[in-house]
């Protein structure tokens, strides 16, 4: 059995880990805390870069983006930390506040100097900073639960070539607190705006033990006990390690409506007391997934085999909600033909919601990735499953199949860039997650330490499921809401603990303690016991991105858990197939195995939305004609499901009218 500690299981050190880099500061403890995790994790802070108010005689200008309270100060950190500080005037203003940040958006007007959105004063200041620090490869920033604050900073980084770092990303508040404690952090509080804190909360350090006790009664109110809301805002004036601290003249300001500042009107600095601390890093696994990989019994990795079948080169069926086995052919790429097809539906790649890409070798994944940007890019693009596959048909090296959705559902996603102590930041141009109808497809989670991005060979199973995890509980997924999955595998060897990590963390009654990261903390005490462990079909193929020997790809939905839905699940025997059905509302999906070499038949074909078929070597002389229902095929090495390997493996998803569930 694999008896590794928690201890055992830490992060290894990034090699990008040494890359120079721009820490934003606001004066406020989560920036400074920021900069302690990048020095900790080894990243070299060569400027400090801050903005402040065009009209410097104000105090607060409201914005959106930057806290500008205290923004005299900001000169002395320059001093204290020997490092260069560039600051810029806030001349834009919150033209563009939707949650994700678009520069083209004609809300952004990027190119107006006269009227342009504030976060283009921060990408101006960065672009210069560049110029004479052109070894700079990334910024961090101290967001916590802030998408607004974050996908700014992601969308500066990503049109600089630049790395975002969000060590505080979801991090529990009340935790944060604490450690900066442990760190010495000495944060005034400078503003506050919040029922159930008034002036005499002014001058106060949030991180006393004293303080954080009280900011805890904000949680009655619905509050952040960080700040995450803007209930109040802080200034840094001392840290463990710092040979210097800020000793300020202050007045304080009554600005209406329950709002006080405390304006720093003179400041010098004063000797101070060296404490070297390190801050506290989260544990790679939450104590949920710890027990499930010290259970896992140790695996002997097989020799590689490969059949020298081919399949035969399927049939491109598009439909409403699919587009499937687009290839290289009559001079244009998969790609070209994907955007021909979606114009001819007057659709475009906004409409896409979930890509599956199958390479004939890992070594075509960074061109591959090249030529998917070009094209299926932008604002919260589609979610993803990449993999390699060693049956293609001949001369086709890559087969592209998307779904889509119509354009009138309500889209929400989850596109995070940044790297963090969180969950793996996406490796290529899509999404961690796209919802829409209530079903949320979440892209292919393989076992990445979030921070350094590198595989943990150890146990990299269970964290690719925690990562899955993670990412669903940020899209509201609770644990009764997952529908079901595809395991890949690169080796047979691995399915035993594949399907045994997803069995034990569902039909685990344990909440999820032990954790450090908040929407986990903020999980629902219903949601702790699953009756039914959801279906989970494992396939064998090539090879996975960065290396991975396991990736998950789920699908869940949002609405399980309420009193209008509950998911209903059975399972089913036949003689020439094993599946299991889970059904809510309208919506109805299959996982399952057949055991025929034809192509599996399913009922309501006309209600089919897509099918995703699995096919082994075994089967590939009977791909031949049409097909009753849209299908991706996807040639895999072996199919499991349940204890039992199959010829196909297969998901199907069906939409019913509510006449149709009415009657059945």
């Not at 890359?19 to 004066?27: A, H």
């Not at 560039?86 to 107006?112: C, F, M, T």
């Not at 292919?444 to 590198?454: A, D, N, S």
């Not at 299991?580 to 055991?595: C, K, P, Y």
Request: aromatic share 8%.
């Amino acid at each position: 059995m694999l008896k590794q500690l928690a201890k055992l299981a830490a992060p290894h050190s990034s090699p990008l880990a040494s890359m120079e880099t721009i820490c934003l500061v606001s004066g406020g403890k989560d920036s400074f805390f920021s900069y302690l995790h990048c020095k900790s994790n080894g990243y070299r802070i060569v400027a400090l870069a801050n903005l402040y108010p065009a009209q410097q005689h104000h105090e607060d200008v409201n914005s959106f983006m930057y806290q500008t309270v205290g923004h005299t100060i900001l000169p002395q950190y320059s001093t204290i930390l020997n490092t260069p500080l560039y600051r810029a005037p806030i001349n834009g203003s919150s033209i563009n506040q939707e949650l994700s940040y678009d520069p083209k958006s004609d809300k952004s007007n990027h190119n107006n100097d006269n009227a342009h959105d504030e976060t283009e004063d921060l990408y101006r200041l960065i672009k210069e900073i560049l110029h004479k620090h052109p070894n700079v490869k990334a910024v961090s920033s101290g967001a916590i639960l802030s998408s607004y604050q974050r996908t700014r900073v992601e969308s500066i980084c990503s049109r600089l070539g630049l790395i975002s770092l969000a060590w505080l990303w979801q991090r529990s508040q009340s935790h944060l607190l604490e450690e900066m404690s442990r760190v010495q952090l000495d944060a005034r509080i400078v503003k506050v705006a919040s029922l159930g804190l008034d002036q005499d909360w002014l001058g106060e350090n949030v991180t006393s033990p004293i303080i954080r006790q009280k900011l805890e009664k904000l949680k009655k109110w619905g509050g952040n006990v960080a700040g995450e809301g803007g209930e109040y805002e802080t200034i840094v004036v001392g840290c463990g390690e710092w040979d210097k601290k800020i000793e300020m003249q202050t007045q304080v300001l009554n600005e209406g409506a329950g709002v006080f500042l405390l304006q720093a009107t003179s400041s010098e600095l004063v000797d101070d007391q060296v404490v070297e601390v390190q801050p506290y890093k989260p544990k790679l696994l939450d104590d949920e997934f710890q027990s499930i990989f010290e259970s896992l019994p140790a695996v002997e990795r097989s020799d590689k085999t490969v059949s020298t079948e081919t399949m035969q080169r399927p049939e491109t069926t598009p439909n409403n909600d699919l587009i499937a086995n687009l290839y290289a052919q009559d001079g244009k790429d998969a790609f070209d033909q994907l955007q021909d097809l979606l114009q001819s539906r007057n659709q475009t790649t906004r409409n896409i919601t979930g890509t599956l890409v199958l390479l004939r070798s890992m070594d075509l994944f960074a061109s591959m990735n090249a030529r998917y940007k070009q094209v299926i890019s932008g604002i919260n693009p589609p979610s993803r499953v990449c993999v390699a596959v060693d049956y293609l048909p001949k001369d086709v090296d890559i087969l592209l199949s998307v779904t889509t959705n119509d354009t009138e559902c309500e889209r929400k996603a989850l596109h995070v860039q940044s790297r963090s102590y969180w969950a793996p930041a996406n490796v290529g141009p899509y999404s961690q997650a796209i919802a829409v109808d209530g079903v949320v497809h979440i892209a292919g989670m393989i076992g990445l330490i979030p921070e350094t991005m590198q595989i943990w060979k150890e146990g990299e199973g269970v964290l690719a499921l925690q990562n899955m995890v993670r990412v669903g509980r940020e899209m509201s997924v609770k644990k009764k809401g997952w529908l079901g999955g595809v395991g890949y595998v690169v080796d047979e060897k691995l399915v035993e603990n594949t399907v045994k990590t997803w069995n034990d963390w569902f039909q685990s009654e344990s909440q999820p303690s032990g954790t450090e990261f908040e929407r986990a903390q903020n999980h629902d005490e219903d949601d702790e016991y699953v009756s039914t462990t959801p279906p989970l079909l494992v396939v064998q193929v090539a090879a996975l991105p960065i290396s991975a020997s396991v990736e998950y790809a789920c699908l869940g939905s949002t609405l399980i858990g309420g009193p209008e839905h509950e998911l209903e699940f059975s399972h089913d025997e036949y003689s020439d197939k094993n599946q299991t059905t889970v059904m809510f509302g309208q919506h109805e999906f299959a996982w399952g195995i057949s055991f025929v070499k034809e192509m599996p038949n399913f009922k309501d074909s006309s209600l089919i939305i897509n099918v995703t078929l699995y096919a082994t070597p075994d089967t590939f002389t009977h791909h031949k004609g049409t097909t009753q229902y849209p299908v991706t095929i996807v040639p895999v090495t072996q199919v499991w499901y349940k204890g039992r390997t199959g010829l196909y493996g297969y998901m199907v998803r069906w939409r019913h009218l509510p006449s149709d569930r009415s009657s059945q």
